[in-house]
C-alpha cells in the first residue's frame, strides 16, 4: 500500500453567497521515500491539495467528497484530538513563505522545542534539546546558533530552521508549499540540495508544491500538473519533463506551455512566450475542457466534452482530445 493515498478529493471553498471547487476529483500516490511534485499556475488548487492532507485548510474551505489516507490511518473524518496525534508525527508541512512565519521575539530553539512538546508528550526536556541540536546540524546550522533570532538568521537559514522544526518529531511525509520563495538563486539551490539529502538520511516522503520546474525536476521522481483545480497529466518527472539535455516529453497543451514559458538559460535569448487568456472561474459550472479557451489546439468537442485520460506510456497519462484524436 502507498503512504499516501488521495482518491477523488474535492475541496470547495464558500466564497459569498456561493462556493468555488478549489479541487475537483483529484487522485495520487505517493510511495514511501518518493518525492512528488505538485505544478500549475497560481489558483490551479495544488496548495489547497497540500493544505489537505493534514486537514490544515482555511475555515471556509470542506472536503465535499474523497478520501485521504496515509498509511494506514483514513483522514477524511477524523475529529482534532485525532488528527493532532498525526500532524507533526507523521505528516508535516512547510508552508509557503516560511522563512518569515518563525516568532521574532522566540528564540530559534525555543519554538523547535515548542513543535517536539507539543505533539511529542513523552519527550523528556533533555532529550528534546539534544533532539533541538541535532536538527539545525542536520539541516546545516551550526547548533551553536541555537540561541539566535531570526532576525540574526539569514533568508535561506531561517528556511533551514523551518525545514528542521517540520522533522522535529521524524515524520514520514513532509509537504513543502513553495520552499524556495523568495530566496536568491544560491539559497534556492541549497535548499533542494538539503530536501533531496534528507529524502535519503530521513527515509523521508515528500509532496513538493511549486511553480518551479526545475526544482521540481531536481527533487521529485514524479509530477502531477494541476489545472483550474483538475490533473491534466501525470508521470515520472523525465517522463514529463525529459532527461537532463533532451527535450520535454509533456503531452498536454497546458504542460508544455509551461515548459516553454520557463526561459532556456543555454539557448538563445529570447523572451519567453506567455499563454493568452485566463484560468476559469470556478464559481461557475464548465463544460468540457477547462483549459480550451487558452488552448492553441481547442476543437469544438474541447468545449463540449470532458476529456478522457489517455495512457502515453506506462506511468504517464494525460487528460486531452488531442491525444484521443492522433491516436497516442
Not at 267 to 274: C, D, H, I, K, N
Not at 293 to 304: L, N, W
Not at 317 to 322: D, I, V
Request: proline fraction near 5%.
Amino acid at each position: 500500500m502507498s503512504l499516501l493515498e488521495i482518491d477523488n478529493l474535492s475541496v470547495d471553498y464558500r466564497v459569498g453567497t456561493g462556493s468555488l471547487r478549489a479541487v475537483d476529483h483529484v487522485s495520487l500516490r505517493i510511495e514511501a521515500g518518493e518525492a512528488l511534485g505538485v505544478v500549475g499556475e497560481s489558483g490551479c488548487g495544488k496548495t489547497s491539495l497540500g493544505l489537505s492532507v493534514p486537514m490544515l485548510l482555511p475555515g471556509n474551505a470542506t472536503i465535499s467528497s474523497g478520501s485521504i489516507k496515509l498509511a494506514d490511518h483514513e483522514l477524511v473524518g477524523m475529529n482534532e484530538a485525532q488528527l493532532n496525534r498525526l500532524r507533526w508525527t507523521a505528516v508535516a508541512f512547510v508552508f509557503q513563505g516560511a522563512m518569515n512565519a518563525l516568532n521574532p521575539v522566540q528564540r530559534v530553539d525555543r519554538q523547535i522545542l515548542e513543535a517536539i512538546s507539543a505533539h511529542d508528550s513523552h519527550a523528556a526536556k533533555e532529550e528534546s534539546s539534544q533532539r533541538v541540536l541535532e536538527l539545525l546540524d542536520l539541516v546545516g546550522i551550526a547548533p551553536a546558533r541555537a540561541k539566535s533570532y531570526p532576525h540574526e538568521f539569514s533568508g535561506g537559514m531561517r528556511q533551514r530552521a523551518m525545514i528542521a522544526m517540520a522533522l522535529a518529531c521524524r515524520p514520514s511525509l513532509l509537504i513543502a508549499d513553495e520552499p524556495t520563495t523568495a530566496l536568491d538563486v544560491i539559497s534556492q539551490a541549497q535548499i533542494l540540495a538539503l530536501l533531496s539529502s534528507l529524502r535519503r538520511s530521513e527515509d523521508l516522503s515528500v509532496l513538493m508544491i511549486s511553480h518551479d520546474l526545475s526544482a521540481i525536476k531536481r527533487v521529485c521522481d514524479r509530477i502531477v500538473v494541476m489545472y483550474a483545480g483538475v490533473v491534466v497529466e501525470t508521470g515520472t518527472t523525465e517522463q514529463v519533463l525529459g532527461r537532463r539535455g533532451e527535450s520535454a516529453l509533456a503531452a498536454h497543451p497546458y504542460t508544455q506551455a509551461l515548459i516553454g514559458a520557463h526561459p532556456d538559460l543555454r539557448g538563445e535569448r529570447v523572451l519567453a512566450p506567455g499563454l493568452a487568456g485566463h484560468p476559469p472561474d470556478l464559481s461557475k459550472p464548465i463544460t468540457g475542457c477547462r483549459f480550451a479557451d487558452r488552448c492553441p489546439s481547442a476543437m469544438s468537442v474541447c468545449r463540449e466534452i470532458v476529456p478522457p485520460t489517455v495512457t502515453i506510456s506506462e506511468g504517464h497519462t494525460a487528460s486531452c482530445h488531442l491525444l484521443k484524436k492522433v491516436g497516442a
